[in-house]
């Protein structure tokens, strides 16, 4: 069979992989055809698809474009992509088309794709329970199974009439099955050439603007914490000359106490004893990896930025622990609830021993219960070639 996949981000890179190898098992005929990143290639590659068929058509690196104003200014750049999937997509007609997230861009394509015939699966589902509700009607309209991997989310599309298929959490298989899973703190420290020092991990987004307002402040806390060291998760989509400028515009004994490390993520946050994490996927992976986290989102336009997010967003947390756990599990420090002492604080008792660090990892453990365990790519492949099978 042909499957057609387009995941536009590392975190979609990610899970489509998973998803990828775990299709290949059960469908020995399997070519697939993708818009990704490294990893799915290297999914291809394990899998070993012959034929003129599967390929990398685009990467992530290629279509990335986030926030109004990298919107509006690369105009011409999101319509060439738009032509080249629908051309493409066209000549290489698949037997099923499989979304992966990235909602701007993957939503429209749907559309193209449904006009035409072309059966439609969304995997890892637009997250309209929390802004842009209006998007339900599209994918009620253009897409024909959604797969999703939040437990409230069935609830969510029940209310607007879709039958979903619940999944699990990917992110639970990409843990499961991390390198190094069961190395001890000294291994990690040598592996990557680190001290023996306690670690505080800096996880500052996989977007430039994410990078730009709030790896700085995080950096700030490195001259109040000198028992520590700290290490910045490298994200997928950047290199060392990303957090370059901002490493030399800190002191240099801020410098030399600050390690970027690419590749490591998972293992960092599991071997760190407490994490600054930009929200996002991450929050969720951190605190699944057992620690204790605090979240922090700045962005351009303070309290006007901070007004419109307001008005757009409709739930009451921004991080998906919190939303999970239905309470304030961990604390967010979104915009005007941002402040430096607070932050700086509940860094130091978190890294700690103290109530907070233990009601924490009190609170993760029943979000580990929530969630589940890993099988998640396993049961989206099952349930989507049962699917295919009905037509």
């Not at 950047?238 to 030399?248: I, W």
Request: glycine share 6%; aromatic share 12%; hydrophobic share 40%.
């Amino acid at each position: 069979m042909k499957y057609y996949i387009i995941a536009g981000e590392p975190s979609g890179d990610l899970h489509a992989s998973n998803l990828m190898r775990a299709l290949a098992k059960r469908d020995a005929d399997a070519e697939f055809r993708f818009w990704g990143g490294d990893l799915m290639s290297d999914a291809l590659g394990e899998i070993g698809c012959k034929g003129d068929y599967s390929g990398l058509v685009c990467h992530y690196r290629d279509t990335a474009v986030m926030g109004v104003w990298d919107v509006l200014t690369h105009l011409n750049k999101i319509r060439r992509n738009f032509n080249t999937c629908y051309a493409d997509l066209t000549a290489n007609r698949p037997d099923v088309l499989i979304l992966v997230d990235y909602a701007g861009f993957n939503l429209p394509v749907a559309k193209f794709a449904h006009k035409r015939g072309i059966r439609v699966f969304y995997y890892i589902a637009p997250k309209t329970w929390a802004s842009k509700e209006h998007r339900v009607k599209d994918l009620k309209a253009y897409v024909d199974r959604i797969f999703t991997i939040m437990p409230f989310e069935t609830e969510h599309f029940a209310k607007h009439g879709i039958d979903v298929v619940y999944c699990g959490n990917p992110i639970m298989d990409a843990i499961t099955n991390r390198h190094h899973a069961y190395e001890s703190f000294t291994e990690f420290c040598q592996r990557n050439n680190l001290d023996e020092r306690p670690m505080i991990a800096l996880v500052a987004g996989s977007r430039k603007s994410e990078l730009k307002y709030n790896l700085p402040v995080m950096l700030k806390t490195v001259e109040q914490m000198p028992g520590y060291q700290f290490v910045i998760a490298g994200a997928p989509s950047f290199t060392a000359a990303d957090y370059e400028p901002y490493l030399q515009n800190c002191p240099s004994s801020v410098r030399a106490n600050v390690n970027v490390i690419f590749g490591e993520t998972y293992q960092l946050m599991s071997q760190a004893r407490a994490a600054l994490v930009t929200s996002g996927t991450a929050t969720l992976e951190t605190a699944v990896l057992n620690c204790p986290q605090v979240v922090v989102y700045l962005m351009w336009g303070g309290w006007f930025s901070d007004f419109v997010a307001h008005l757009f967003i409709k739930v009451p947390f921004i991080s998906l622990v919190n939303l999970i756990l239905g309470r304030e599990a961990v604390v967010e420090l979104f915009q005007r609830a941002y402040s430096f002492d607070r932050m700086l604080s509940l860094l130091r008792k978190l890294a700690g021993e103290s109530h907070e660090r233990d009601r924490m990892l009190g609170d993760y453990a029943e979000l580990r219960r929530i969630v589940g365990g890993s099988g998640c790519s396993d049961n989206a492949a099952e349930a989507m070639l049962s699917e295919l099978k009905k037509q």
